[in-house]
């Protein structure tokens, strides 16, 4: 009984202690937005900004990043429109254990993703349409000092009505 009390007592300091000691980053990114499927028969490659909070525990190989993400694409034959997104994410990250590349990351979430199109002919700007949707990817991240850089590629499927959106954001970032 006493050694069950010991391992409830280390147990409960050590979920104290976590949150405390985890590490936290900011993240900036930008890049190119690739359409696939539907969604590339309708806009053209497009670019995307990422702005992002990391929680992560030393040591640890999951972790937490909070993320707004802003994509915009020319709408194929739409006279000059765009199809513009916002998004906030939750994702968590897998990195360390059993990756291939000792820098790798996999990164996995669920969103709210908010499209509209702006600049439409004659109609002007549309309805905003508010939308759930995940994403999944990879990257690597490339330690400097007193910052770290990153590449990544995610997929992001958002279901939309009708036809689903499907984009492939390629960011490079920062993260300090």
């Known amino acids: 009984m006493r050694s069950m009390t010991g391992v409830g007592l280390a147990l409960a300091a050590a979920l104290i202690a976590t949150p405390a000691a985890a590490q936290t980053s900011f993240s900036i990114a930008a890049g190119a937005t690739v359409p696939v499927g539907s969604t590339a028969d309708a806009v053209d490659v497009g670019y995307n900004a990422i702005l992002g909070l990391g929680i992560k525990p030393p040591l640890a190989p999951l972790g937490l990043r909070i993320e707004g993400m802003y994509n915009s694409h020319a709408v194929k034959d739409?006279?000059?429109s765009n199809m513009q997104t916002l998004a906030a994410i939750v994702n968590g990250t897998l990195s360390g254990v059993g990756m291939p590349i000792p820098m790798g990351?996999?990164?996995a979430g669920l969103g709210m993703y908010s499209?509209?199109?702006?600049?439409?002919?004659?109609?002007?700007n549309t309805d905003s349409e508010t939308d759930i949707g995940f994403n999944i990817g990879a990257g690597i991240n490339i330690p400097?000092?007193?910052f770290s850089t990153f590449l990544e590629a995610r997929f992001h499927f958002?279901?939309?009505?009708g036809n689903s959106?499907?984009?492939?954001?390629?960011?490079?970032g920062i993260k300090f």
């Not at 499209?115 to 002007?124: E, F, M, Q």
């Not at 959106?165 to 490079?172: A, G, H, R």
């Open 78 to 80: 739409g006279g000059g």
């Open 105 to 107: 990351y996999l990164i």
């Open 115 to 124: 499209s509209k199109l702006t600049d439409v002919p004659i109609i002007g």
């Open 144 to 146: 400097l000092t007193g």
């Open 158 to 161: 958002i279901q939309t009505e």
């Open 165 to 172: 959106t499907k984009l492939i954001p390629i960011s490079f």
